[in-house]
Nanobody, 125 residues
Framework: QVQLVESGGGLVQAGGSLRLSCAAS????????MGWFRQAPGEEREFVAG????????YYAASVKDRFTISRDNAKNEVHLQMNSLNPDDTGRYSC??????????????????WGQGTQVTVSS
């Protein structure tokens, strides 16, 4: 069983920064891609960023590219999301997820098998 626990959310003013963390259990953490998704009230879950198991490749939604950075530390079983230049549209519950093997996309929630409970990010204008 894999457990994912997010932390680092909070309330921040527009233009500010937050760093989210996701702590994962399991010995094979480095063998899986990881993703961050967010969901605002009344909206569908939205892909934010993804990273391969080795960390050699990263993927971003167009809306966050050049503002957010995903990274991982396989020695600590952690994935991070550095969020800069935040704006109110970034408000939502941010969840990390483990990507299934042998899938072809990064932005489809069904291609992830384990999810954390999420951490709330609220950006005020």
């Amino acid at each position: 069983q894999v457990q994912l626990v997010e932390s680092g959310g909070g309330l921040v003013q527009a233009g500010g920064s937050l760093r989210l963390s996701c702590a994962a259990s399991g010995r094979t953490f480095g063998g899986f891609g990881m993703g961050w998704f967010r969901q605002a009230p009344g909206e569908e879950r939205e892909f934010v960023a993804g990273i391969t198991g080795t960390g050699s490749s990263t993927y971003y939604a167009a809306s966050v590219k050049d503002r957010f950075t995903i990274s991982r530390d396989n020695a600590k079983n952690e994935v991070h999301l550095q969020m800069n230049s935040l704006n109110p549209d970034d408000t939502g519950r941010y969840s990390c997820a483990r990507r299934r093997t042998y899938v072809s996309t990064w932005n489809v929630p069904d291609e992830y098998d384990y999810w954390g409970q999420g951490t709330q990010v609220t950006v005020s204008s």
